[in-house]
């Protein structure tokens, strides 16, 4: 009888094998027709996007890069178009609000209502299987809530100029490997600004970014993007993990085309250092002439001081949703994207494990090319800018980490953001001197 036992009970444990192999296969064939089918019902259960980027879905699931195929880009966009396609945590908000005052040349009566209706994001999915056509059919034919024509914010006529919001790079060989939609240099009449930052601040950007979004949308997208990562799974992510496009890969593929005549690759630092001066770099690339008066305005309205009160207007208002929910949360609920205005944030909260992995990476990924690593990290701040022994006191409060150079005196900072004289103590006036022109990147 202890014999027969023993038999049936292995006889059970196979069933049990079986059946669990049964289910496993049963399950990968329904994840499997249901990628081929409908491929947007994953989104439908909480956790679904992880099944969904399993099978080979685009991430985030959310961006379309369909609008840069060449069919498509050709039949919409027009000579003189700005295509803002910064990485992501590096200004983007911040430079499409530049470049819609320039074309403006800020007055208000063109005034700028919300992100998403005056420079709208192109490549990017209102709703789970949205496609390009169905976005651009809304972009020409929706009406907004207040009864006006979406496409009066962003096609207007008396604009110079159409704006649009991409995060993209250039369609190109890289080691071997096809990369990037951008056609950058088979439509050399669109105008491209790529802006990247210190990595290490887009780590700490991106680590409290993911909070900002709304519940709807995120319900929308099987409870994409997770919130809770810790800085160093963050840093981590971006540092040969599943994050790679957002800064290394994204600088990578930039370098190349930066002396490219329709390319303006600029630095968030040297922004901060330089408001008016970068207006006036970016007005003369998109082929606006403006005055001293046109330049300050521009430059007080883009100021960090005077950009935190519109946060509502940077909520991405998703014009062709049903609902025509919002990306971001409101401002009394959590939703910040105008924190700093300022560089440093990665030396402030970065712990040595961080540190390590980053710098690491940077040996990794930047390899030898100092040019690249140096303006990937400080931008175009670079030690002739203020002179050997300004940089050399900034060197040493650094750590030697590259977490981007700061003004030599918060009234340094001041006179060059605002472009104004500044007296001496020899009592005759000077101007700030322009930051070099040869050797890096166009910007």
């Given at each position: 009888p202890a014999k027969g036992a023993v038999g049936r009970s292995s006889k059970t444990w196979v069933n049990v094998a079986l059946g669990v192999v049964l289910v496993l296969v049963l399950l990968i064939a329904a994840v499997l027709v249901t990628k081929v089918v409908a491929p947007n019902a994953f989104f439908k259960i909480q956790g679904g996007w992880i099944l969904y980027a399993l099978t080979g879905g685009t991430m985030p699931p959310y961006f379309n890069t369909e609008v840069f195929q060449p069919e498509y880009f050709k039949d919409f966009i027009k000579d003189g178009d700005v295509i803002v396609s910064t990485g992501a945590k590096c200004g983007t908000n911040w430079m499409l609000y530049i470049v819609h005052l320039i074309?403006?040349?800020?007055?208000?009566?063109?005034?700028?209502?919300?992100?998403?209706?005056?420079?709208?994001?192109?490549?990017?999915?209102?709703?789970?299987?949205?496609?390009?056509?169905?976005?651009?059919?809304?972009?020409?034919?929706?009406?907004?809530?207040?009864?006006?024509?979406?496409?009066?914010?962003?096609?207007?006529?008396?604009?110079?100029?159409?704006?649009?919001?991409?995060?993209?790079?250039?369609?190109?060989?890289?080691?071997?490997?096809?990369?990037?939609?951008?056609?950058?240099?088979?439509?050399?009449?669109?105008?491209?600004?790529?802006?990247?930052?210190?990595?290490?601040?887009?780590?700490?950007?991106?680590?409290?970014?993911?909070?900002?979004?709304?519940?709807?949308?995120?319900?929308?997208?099987?409870?994409?993007?997770?919130?809770?990562?810790?800085?160093?799974?963050?840093?981590?992510?971006?540092?040969?993990?599943?994050?790679?496009?957002?800064?290394?890969?994204?600088?990578?593929?930039?370098?190349?085309?930066?002396?490219?005549?329709?390319?303006?690759?600029?630095?968030?630092?040297?922004?901060?250092?330089?408001?008016?001066?970068?207006?006036?770099?970016?007005?003369?690339?998109?082929?606006?002439?403006?005055?001293?008066?046109?330049?300050?305005?521009?430059?007080?309205?883009?100021?960090?001081?005077?950009?935190?009160?519109?946060?509502?207007?940077?909520?991405?208002?998703?014009?062709?949703?049903?609902?025509?929910?919002?990306?971001?949360?409101?401002?009394?609920?959590?939703?910040?994207?105008?924190?700093?205005?300022?560089s440093g944030a990665g030396k402030e909260k970065f712990d040595d494990q961080c540190h390590k992995v980053f710098d690491d990476a940077v040996d990794k990924y930047f390899g030898n090319n100092e040019e690249m690593k140096s303006f990937a990290l400080h931008g175009k701040a670079a030690p002739d800018r203020y002179g050997r022994g300004a940089m050399a006191a900034l060197s040493e409060t650094d750590g030697g980490r590259g977490d981007g150079p700061k003004p030599p005196t918060r009234r340094d900072g001041l006179y060059r953001v605002f472009g104004v004289e500044r007296e001496h103590h020899h009592h005759h006036h000077q101007r700030v001197p322009p930051p070099p022109e040869g050797g890096q990147a166009r910007g």
């Open positions: 074309r403006t040349k800020g007055d208000e009566k063109k005034p700028w209502t919300e992100i998403n209706h005056n420079t709208p994001w192109i490549s990017f999915r209102h709703f789970p299987g949205q496609t390009w056509p169905q976005l651009r059919k809304a972009m020409e034919t929706a009406i907004l809530p207040d009864g006006s024509r979406l496409k009066e914010k962003w096609d207007d006529p008396e604009y110079p100029f159409r704006v649009f919001k991409a995060h993209e790079v250039p369609h190109q060989t890289y080691q071997g490997k096809e990369v990037g939609c951008l056609h950058i240099r088979e439509f050399p009449k669109v105008k491209f600004i790529a802006m990247t930052r210190n990595g290490k601040d887009v780590a700490v950007s991106l680590n409290t970014f993911w909070d900002s979004h709304a519940d709807d949308f995120k319900k929308m997208w099987g409870g994409f993007p997770v919130s809770g990562e810790s800085l160093l799974e963050t840093v981590k992510s971006m540092s040969g993990g599943p994050l790679m496009d957002i800064y290394f890969n994204y600088v990578n593929y930039w370098w190349p085309f930066r002396n490219e005549p329709n390319v303006l690759f600029l630095h968030y630092h040297d922004l901060i250092l330089d408001l008016r001066g970068n207006v006036a770099k970016i007005a003369e690339f998109v082929g606006v002439k403006l005055t001293d008066k046109e330049m300050d305005e521009v430059a007080h309205r883009a100021s960090f001081a005077q950009m935190k009160g519109l946060h509502a207007h940077f909520a991405i208002q998703m014009f062709d949703h049903p609902e025509g929910m919002a990306v971001m949360k409101p401002e009394e609920e959590g939703g910040q994207f105008f924190k700093r205005g300022r």
